[in-house]
C-alpha cells in the first residue's frame, strides 16, 4: 500500500497546480487542474448520455486526462511550441510502474484510450476537455477577464460530437450566471424540460 499512498500524494499536486493559460490571461488565482478535471469529467458524462456513449466510462476518461500533469505541470499553448514533453502514455506509464498490476493497467488503458480518442467515450471526454475550457472561459469572461475569446475559439475548433457543439452553442448564448435566474424558490417545483 504504501506506493499506492505515494501515487495519491502526487495527484494531490493537481489540486495545487493552477491551469497556466489563465495566469496569462491575468486571473490572479486560476482554476486549479483538478478544478478542470473534476468539471470535465462531468460534462463527459453530459456528453456520453446524450451521445450514447457509456458515461461513467466517458467521465472516468476524462478523470485521468491531465493526471499527467502532477509530473510536468499545465503548460500553457504557448510554451508547448518549444518545451518537448514526453507523451501521455509514457508519463502514465512512470507515474503506476509501482502500483498493483489491476489498478496500473486500469489507469494505463483509460490514458491510453483517452490519447487515442478512438472510441465513442474517448470522443465524449475529449469534447469534455475542451468544453469545460470554453464554460471556463466564459465565467472568466463574465467576471471581467479580456482576451478569452482565444481559449473559446480553441475550445471550439476541436470539438468532435453533434453535443459537444449543441452544448458549445448554448453555453456561447447562456449567461454563466443565468441558471439563478431559473431556480425555484424553496419548496416549490418546476416542471423539468
Known sequence: MTETTRFLYELGLLKRYPRTGWLQLGVRTPESVADHSFRASVVATVLASAEGADPQRAAFLALWHDSQETRTTDLPHLAQRYVTSAPHEQI?????RPLPPALAGL???????????ATPEARCARDAD?????LQAREYGAQGHRDVQPFIDSALSR???ATGRKLA?????EPPL????HTAPLGHTEPRD
Not at 92 to 96: A, G
Not at 178 to 181: E, I
Open 169 to 173: 452553442a448554448e453555453a456561447l448564448a
Open 178 to 181: 443565468g441558471w439563478l435566474d
Open 159 to 161: 470539438l468532435q460530437t
Open 92 to 96: 502514465t506509464e512512470d507515474q503506476v
Open 107 to 117: 489507469i494505463r488503458a483509460a490514458v491510453q484510450e483517452y490519447e487515442a480518442g
Open 130 to 134: 475542451k468544453l469545460e475550457m470554453l
